[in-house]
């Protein structure tokens, strides 16, 4: 499977408890995203990776939210003493470089990392 | 905040039918996007449609864009029951992938 992978695709945690979320993108895909999305909304933008540099963290992103892509390749968001208003569906999404052969635009998600915060 | 409102917020249609959805955005946009979602499952792109372009076609699906009403449009002819799923438009500016998304449209369509 060439596509968005993430996992683990459910996590149940209690208040208070770290949780870390993996994301592997499509290879070759040099921008990587993650998106919040909670019941019954569309995904909000959370931050987004140009190879290993974080270039853009949305004001939703609070201290306890970190997100890293060390080399580039494959990106973790960690979210460090949960609350249950940080249950939600994450999602993550990848893209290419824009080339004439790209819409340029179109994202590519994994089917999401879904946390319940008891 | 969501840039997008769609309406109708649900749809419930026969098959061989068809489904019409609507978008309304508030800031300026490069492109607008419209992506599928079935239930509990990531979001799958249909169809992108650039600021200076009116209309596009993809297989069943028709977009539309007005943007000097900020507004758009995703008519999906002859529905079957596997398009039943969530709808949502998405906006992106100047940011690359920087989408700003609506809260969807939610359509069934039953055999």
């Known amino acids: 499977d060439t596509g968005v992978s993430q996992d683990p695709r459910h996590k149940i945690t209690k208040r208070g408890q770290n949780v870390t979320f993996r994301c592997d993108p499509i290879?070759?895909?040099?921008?990587l995203y993650w998106y919040r999305q909670t019941l019954g909304q569309g995904p909000e933008f959370l931050t987004y990776?140009?190879?290993?540099?974080?270039?853009?963290k949305s004001r939703l992103l609070s201290d306890r939210f970190s997100a890293e892509r060390p080399k580039g390749s494959f990106s973790t968001l960690e979210i460090q003493r949960t609350e249950q208003g940080d249950s939600a569906m994450y999602l993550c999404?990848?893209?290419?470089?824009?080339?004439?052969?790209?819409?340029?635009?179109?994202?590519?998600f994994g089917e999401g990392s879904r946390l319940t915060v008891l | 905040s969501q840039q997008g409102e769609e309406d109708p917020q649900a749809l419930s249609i026969q098959e061989g039918e068809n489904a019409t959805m609507n978008c309304s955005y508030k800031?300026?946009?490069?492109?607008l996007q419209w992506y599928r979602q079935n239930s509990g499952r990531g979001l799958v792109h249909l169809i992108l449609?650039?600021?200076?372009?009116r209309e596009k076609h993809s297989g069943r699906l028709r977009v539309t864009l007005d943007t000097s009403k900020k507004s758009s449009s995703l008519l999906i002819t002859a529905s079957r029951a596997a398009d039943t799923a969530s709808y949502f438009c998405?906006?992106?500016?100047?940011?690359?992938?920087?989408?700003?998304f609506g809260a969807g449209t939610q359509v069934v369509v039953t055999p």
């Open positions: 999404a990848s893209s290419p470089p824009p080339t004439s052969a790209y819409r340029a635009g179109e994202l590519f």
């Open positions: 290879s070759e895909h040099n921008r």
């Open positions: 990776f140009q190879n290993e540099a974080q270039l853009e």
């Open positions: 800031t300026s946009i490069n492109n």
């Open positions: 449609i650039r600021s200076n372009e």
């Open positions: 998405a906006t992106e500016g100047d940011s690359w992938g920087k989408l700003q």
